[in-house]
Nanobody, 121 residues
């Protein structure tokens, strides 16, 4: 079965960096859309970045120029490099997967990890 396990979260001061990882198993990794989402307390979950099955990437406006999504197909691992972190980036970060091209909404992602907390002070 599909399993996604995030890691790399933590506490960091504003302006700092973190790299999140999402280890995937149970499916043909390279044929899936992979995405990062986040949810802050009291707010709805929002999309952060995605990498499509053809390698194309997309970002939320709020993170463009600061975050970079990438993947290592040999390791079945998705990454999110986060630089110039701001307090408003504080949230639980989740990775998600869906077969084929990226779906139009987050509700269409069928597989989710358990999340990793990022706190920026």
């Amino acid at each position: 079965h599909v399993q996604l396990v995030e890691s790399g979260g933590g506490s960091v001061q504003a302006g700092g960096s973190l790299r999140l990882s999402c280890a995937a198993s149970g499916y043909t990794y390279s044929s899936y859309c992979m995405g990062w989402f986040r949810q802050a307390p009291g707010k709805e979950r929002e999309g952060v970045a995605a990498i499509d099955s053809d390698g194309s990437t997309s970002y939320a406006d709020s993170v463009k120029g600061r975050f970079t999504i990438s993947q290592d197909n040999a390791k079945n691992t998705l990454y999110l490099q986060m630089n110039s972190l701001k307090p408003e980036d504080t949230a639980m970060y989740y990775c998600a997967a869906e077969s084929g091209y990226c779906p139009p909404t987050q509700a269409d992602f069928g597989y989710w990890g358990q999340g990793t907390q990022v706190t920026v002070s």
